[in-house]
Every structure is written in structure tokens, then in C-alpha cells.
């Protein structure tokens, strides 16, 4: 992702621009429209505390469609789009892992299609390539339903995490300092 921009920059972009940045954190359209509608949000912990709430909303269909846009674990993603970007800086920890964790997660992989017919998705930065394979072997074992709401739970990490990236803190507040001579 490019540079952070401010949240009153993001807050007076056109909504085209806005939803394109949005929906690189979670390609929801329902809740990518829902984002740039309810602008402007005038600090960063309003866009966070609202994207969150929204996101909590998110069924399975959301997770199909936004999957759509996460390359498997291991996988490296293709393109130069914001999104593959993303992707690569939070999978950093997969190009030192050993053969045998790597060979295990692929193959991971594949069963956790056949079981569940959709992409594993987990919030990867942070977490090492056994972190990553201890838990596909442990969601393998969920039933579908608990699957599903684990899957959205790290959509929702992994977008907002990214709207973090994409978005500056807000500007510290500047203490007034009374002037040394009018001492206003
Ligand atoms: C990803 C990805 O690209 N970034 C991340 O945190 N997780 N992919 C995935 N299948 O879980």
C-alpha cells in the first residue's frame, strides 16, 4: 500500500477514490459502499470503531466474495495492485519458512478445500509459518459453521489492519502554549 493518507484527506476524497482504498481492506461491496457513505468520520478511531461494527454484520456470502482477493498461504500473490501488496508484506514470514512447514501448509491447503470448498483465510502478519500451519491443522477439525465464523473473524483482522496502514494517525493535540510576552 502507498503511503498513510490523513483521515480528514480520506474523508474529502470523491467516493470513487474512497471506495477504491476501501476496498482493498475487504472487497465487501456492501460495506465498502456503506464506508464511503458514512464519511466523514473526522478521526482515524471513528473509522475503525464504525468499519469494525459494520464488519461484525459480514455472512458467508461476504467471505466468498471478498476471497476472491487473498492469494492461498504460501501462495505468492501476483500483481502490483494494492491488494497484492497487502498481501505480500503480511505473508513476509512465509519466505523463510522450512521446506517441511511449507510442503505441510500446501497440503493443508488443499484438504481445507475439499473440506470446506473455499480458500483458508487467516490474518498472517505477525504470525510465524508454524503459527500459520498449527492453525490450519486445528480449523480442519471445525465443523462448518464454527469454520465460517472463524474465517470472518480474520477477514476482519486483515481488513483492519490494512485500514490502519492506509490510514495516518490523527495529529497529536498541540497543548496551547501561552505566548511568552502577551502570555495569551
Ligand atoms: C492472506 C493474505 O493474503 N494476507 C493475509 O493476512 N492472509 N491470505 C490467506 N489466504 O489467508
Do not use: K
Not at 73 to 91: L, T, V, Y
Amino acid at each position: 500500500m502507498g503511503a498513510p493518507i490523513t483521515p480528514a484527506a480520506f474523508d474529502g476524497l470523491d467516493a470513487d477514490a474512497a471506495a477504491s482504498i476501501v476496498r482493498v481492506w475487504a472487497a465487501v461491496p456492501a460495506w465498502v459502499a456503506d464506508i464511503v457513505a458514512a464519511r466523514p468520520f473526522g478521526t482515524r478511531d471513528a473509522l475503525i470503531v464504525y468499519a469494525d461494527r459494520r464488519a461484525r454484520a459480514w455472512t458467508r456470502s461476504d467471505l466468498d466474495a471478498a476471497l476472491a482477493h487473498h492469494p492461498r498461504i504460501g501462495e505468492r500473490p501476483r500483481g502490483s495492485g494494492a491488494d497484492a501488496e497487502a498481501s505480500r508484506a503480511e505473508q513476509a514470514s512465509m519466505s523463510s519458512a522450512a521446506t517441511t512447514t511449507a510442503d505441510a501448509i500446501v497440503a493443508g491447503n488443499v484438504a481445507y478445500e475439499a473440506r470446506f470448498g473455499r480458500v483458508f483465510l487467516i490474518r498472517a502478519a505477525g504470525r510465524s509459518p508454524e503459527e500459520l500451519l498449527a492453525e490450519l491443522e486445528r480449523r480442519l477439525r471445525n465443523d462448518d459453521e464454527t469454520e465460517v465464523g472463524e474465517a470472518l473473524h480474520q477477514l476482519r483482522e486483515i481488513a483492519l489492519l490494512r485500514l490502519q496502514s492506509a490510514i495516518a494517525c490523527d495529529q497529536p493535540h498541540q497543548p496551547h502554549e501561552p505566548h511568552p510576552e502577551t502570555n495569551a
